[in-house]
């Protein structure tokens, strides 16, 4: 084929797709009947929304703002307390706040932040900061204990009372809760408190009900408790420092991987409890300063517990003491690496170390197999009526390569030592 006949084909060959490209992305060449309309969709449309003024939520005499229906509602501008009175008042359950990252800025005299009137539920606060205000920062409960609350990415410092109050089965994440004069946190039964921050407040860092789950938070330097869970919960990787106790629940609480330091008393809880890959350290609380401290029938499992000023661990009746380590106790007072004051408590598997006793034993009753003490003042010091079996380990030459050295004085499994 010659080359003209070539170019032809080529621009007959590329017209013809042109035209098959056109007609797949026209559409069809039939438009239905009726005028041509525009698909376009408003915000409101997108996503319905209702912004917080005096046209759209009047306030009145208790409140700058009040919202007395359902929906989704945002800021359009920071919102400036005024004496006597609440910067939001919820009436109405099923509402949405957007703070759109505005501050609502308090002063003494005036009331909450935001609060609820009446028994309302299911609300939800995000982004925002509050601070100053003369009473609670958010008190979703007030009027009634409403439940199903969120709060999120909420940062709430320096009000009167306390910072954020919700009811029974709330999620609370990812919030501040900084130098309020009361809690920084208060939630209901069965709530979720997920990466939260409480430091300096007049009460508890964070307050959670019965059945709660803490994870991932942090309590610094609260007058009472860092984090408190009452029974039935579960707190899980957080982090408590320089509080009156570190972390603590009533009792039926399972602790789990946390850390406490320089608290008055690191971890403190009730009956039937877990506390489990814990490590505290420096607990200096007064007379007190224990570092893990258990009510009957709970376990303390492969925990570490170093330079508290009274026991590293101390547990009651009924309970098991098993894997940790507990070395330095008694730091500035007098404690024991282990402490069992009941009976029935099988203590097992421990090092204790450094520390005015050792192993101190209290009641009768109990079962001490596998542990090793070495450098306390006291090693062993338990009372009689125990199933306990010490030795003196001998300790062997020097080893090199792939064998050598002694036995420790006995094959007994059970055997505790001291080295």
């Given at each position: 084929?010659n080359?003209?006949?070539?170019?032809?084909?080529?621009?007959?060959?590329?017209?013809?797709?042109?035209?098959?490209?056109?007609?797949?992305?026209?559409g069809?060449?039939?438009?239905?009947?009726?005028?041509?309309?525009?698909?376009?969709?408003?915000?409101?449309?997108?996503?319905?929304?209702?912004?917080?003024t005096?046209?759209?939520?009047?306030g009145?005499?208790?409140a700058i703002?009040?919202?007395?229906?359902?929906?989704s509602?945002?800021?359009?501008?920071?919102?400036?307390?005024?004496?006597?009175?609440?910067g939001?008042v919820?009436?109405a359950?099923?509402?949405?706040?957007?703070?759109?990252?505005?501050?609502?800025?308090?002063?003494?005299?005036?009331?909450?932040a935001i609060?609820?009137?009446?028994?309302?539920?299911?609300?939800?606060?995000?982004?925002?900061?509050?601070?100053?205000?003369?009473?609670?920062?958010i008190?979703?409960r007030?009027?009634?204990?409403?439940?199903g609350?969120?709060?999120?990415?909420?940062?709430?410092?320096?009000?009167?009372?306390?910072?954020?109050?919700v009811?029974?089965?709330?999620?609370?994440?990812?919030c501040?809760?900084?130098?309020?004069?009361?809690d920084?946190?208060?939630t209901?039964?069965?709530?979720?408190?997920?990466?939260?921050v409480?430091?300096?407040?007049?009460?508890?860092?964070?307050?959670?009900?019965?059945?709660?789950?803490v994870?991932?938070?942090?309590?610094y330097?609260n007058?009472?408790?860092?984090?408190?869970?009452?029974?039935?919960?579960?707190?899980?990787?957080?982090?408590?420092?320089?509080n009156?106790?570190g972390?603590?629940?009533?009792?039926?609480?399972?602790?789990s991987?946390?850390?406490?330091?320089?608290n008055?008393?690191?971890?403190?809880?009730?009956?039937?409890s877990?506390?489990?890959?814990c490590?505290?350290?420096?607990?200096?609380?007064?007379?007190?300063?224990?570092?893990?401290?258990?009510?009957n029938?709970?376990?303390?499992?492969?925990?570490?517990?170093?330079?508290?000023r009274?026991?590293?661990i101390?547990?009651?009746?009924?309970?098991?003491i098993?894997?940790?380590?507990?070395?330095?106790?008694?730091?500035?007072?007098d404690?024991?690496a282990?402490?069992?004051?009941?009976?029935?408590?099988?203590?097992?598997g421990?090092?204790?170390?450094?520390?005015?006793?050792?192993?101190?034993v209290?009641?009768?009753g109990?079962?001490?197999?596998?542990?090793?003490?070495?450098?306390?003042?006291?090693?062993?010091?338990?009372?009689?009526?125990n199933?306990?079996?010490v030795?003196?380990?001998?300790?062997?030459?020097?080893?090199?390569?792939d064998?050598?050295?002694?036995?420790?004085?006995t094959?007994?499994?059970?055997?505790?030592?001291?080295y």
């Amino acid at each position: 084929m010659n080359r003209p006949a070539r170019s032809r084909l080529l621009v007959a060959s590329s017209a013809a797709l042109a035209i098959a490209s056109a007609a797949l992305v026209a559409g069809p060449l039939d438009p239905p009947d009726g005028p041509i309309t525009s698909t376009y969709k408003t915000l409101d449309q997108v996503e319905p929304r209702i912004p917080i003024t005096a046209a759209t939520t009047p306030g009145d005499g208790t409140a700058i703002y009040k919202i007395s229906n359902s929906g989704s509602y945002y800021l359009t501008g920071k919102i400036k307390s005024v004496d006597g009175r609440s910067g939001i008042v919820i009436a109405a359950s099923n509402v949405t706040i957007d703070l759109m990252g505005y501050p609502m800025e308090g002063q003494p005299g005036s009331h909450d932040a935001i609060r609820t009137e009446g028994t309302v539920n299911n609300i939800t606060i995000r982004n925002g900061t509050i601070s100053g205000w003369g009473e609670d920062g958010i008190d979703l409960r007030q009027g009634g204990a409403g439940s199903g609350a969120t709060v999120e990415n909420v940062h709430v410092s320096g009000c009167a009372a306390s910072g954020v109050r919700v009811g029974h089965n709330s999620l609370v994440r990812g919030c501040t809760f900084t130098v309020n004069g009361g809690d920084g946190l208060f939630t209901g039964d069965s709530s979720a408190v997920e990466n939260c921050v409480a430091r300096n407040n007049g009460g508890r860092g964070i307050a959670a009900s019965a059945i709660a789950s803490v994870r991932g938070c942090s309590a610094y330097n609260n007058l009472g408790h860092g984090i408190h869970a009452e029974s039935a919960s579960v707190v899980t990787d957080c982090g408590a420092f320089g509080n009156q106790v570190g972390i603590s629940s009533s009792g039926n609480a399972a602790v789990s991987n946390c850390s406490a330091e320089f608290n008055g008393i690191g971890i403190s809880v009730g009956a039937r409890s877990v506390v489990s890959a814990c490590r505290v350290a420096q607990s200096a609380g007064g007379a007190t300063g224990q570092g893990i401290l258990v009510g009957n029938q709970s376990s303390v499992l492969d925990c570490t517990t170093i330079a508290n000023r009274s026991h590293g661990i101390s547990a009651g009746s009924h309970c098991v003491i098993r894997g940790n380590m507990s070395n330095l106790n008694g730091n500035g007072g007098d404690g024991a690496a282990i402490h069992v004051s009941g009976a029935d408590t099988r203590v097992e598997g421990n090092n204790c170390t450094g520390s005015d006793w050792g192993v101190l034993v209290a009641g009768a009753g109990n079962y001490i197999v596998r542990n090793t003490c070495s450098g306390n003042a006291t090693n062993w010091d338990v009372a009689a009526g125990n199933v306990c079996y010490v030795l003196s380990a001998t300790a062997s030459g020097a080893i090199l390569g792939d064998s050598g050295g002694v036995g420790p004085g006995t094959e007994n499994p059970h055997a505790n030592f001291t080295y």
